[in-house]
């Protein structure tokens, strides 16, 4: 099955910083990649997402990059601000096959 | 729109004991998901419905079983509950044409 692993665990930065969060997967299935943040307390929110036929895709402060050959994708927040501060987790699937495989999670701390 | 629901938010059983979580998705999707989250495990995929029929199953034992009614609320059971399944429980939705997958709060059990 699919394997997901996210590094780092945890991620310390300055307000204002960038933020990268890295995670490869196994599967060469898989072709659906969603980034969630977890505040305390909430379940996971969807951030972001990509499918493999796209390389890079933006969203304001954030974007994702996927790279097939190398079977990884990241994440990266520009600009942090406090409320930034979550768990972020990668996780990759088929599409349309609603089954989701996580990464372990990075804890984010934005200080002010 | 509102968003997905689960109820009741906070449970605490007894070993031994069985228990059943609800989820309402978003109003207009077909599939629930429900996933498993714990400390030392993550965030692990339990079982995916859609249609009132189970298309997709994780790696737990027969214990974890669900169903999906026909108006797209769906149940999740734990019999004979061990300490071990002490977790917060998600579950998520998603459209048809659709791949995004949308998180309830959860229902954090507690197993004494």
């Known amino acids: 099955g699919e394997n997901v692993e996210q590094h780092p665990s945890t991620l310390s930065v300055q307000e204002g910083d960038s933020a990268v969060i890295k995670c490869t997967y196994s599967d060469s299935a898989s072709n659906y990649f969603p980034w969630y943040k977890q505040e305390l307390g909430k379940g996971p929110q969807l951030i972001i997402d990509?499918?493999?036929?796209?390389g890079e895709k933006k969203d304001q402060r954030i974007a994702v990059t996927l790279n097939k050959t190398a079977k990884h994708f990241s994440l990266h927040i520009t600009e942090t601000q406090p409320e930034d501060s979550a768990v972020y987790f990668c996780?990759?699937?088929?599409?349309?096959?609603?089954?989701?495989?996580f990464g372990g999670g990075t804890r984010l701390m934005v200080k002010p | 729109k509102a968003g997905v629901t689960q109820t009741p938010r906070y449970l605490i059983k007894t070993r031994g004991q069985q228990v059943t979580l609800s989820c309402s998705p978003i109003s207009g999707h077909r599939s629930v998901s429900w996933y498993q989250q714990t400390p030392g495990q993550g965030l692990q995929f339990l079982f995916e419905?859609?249609?009132?029929?189970?298309?997709n199953k994780g790696n737990f034992p027969g214990r974890f079983s669900g169903r999906q009614f026909s108006n797209s609320r769906s149940e999740m059971n734990v019999s004979t509950l061990e300490l071990g399944d002490s977790a917060l429980y998600l579950c998520a939705s998603t459209g048809v044409s659709s791949y995004e997958q949308y998180f309830g709060p959860g229902t954090r059990l507690t197993v004494t």
């Open positions: 419905y859609f249609s009132e029929t189970q298309r």
């Open positions: 990509i499918r493999s036929n796209v």
């Open positions: 996780a990759a699937s088929i599409l349309g096959g609603n089954m989701l495989t």
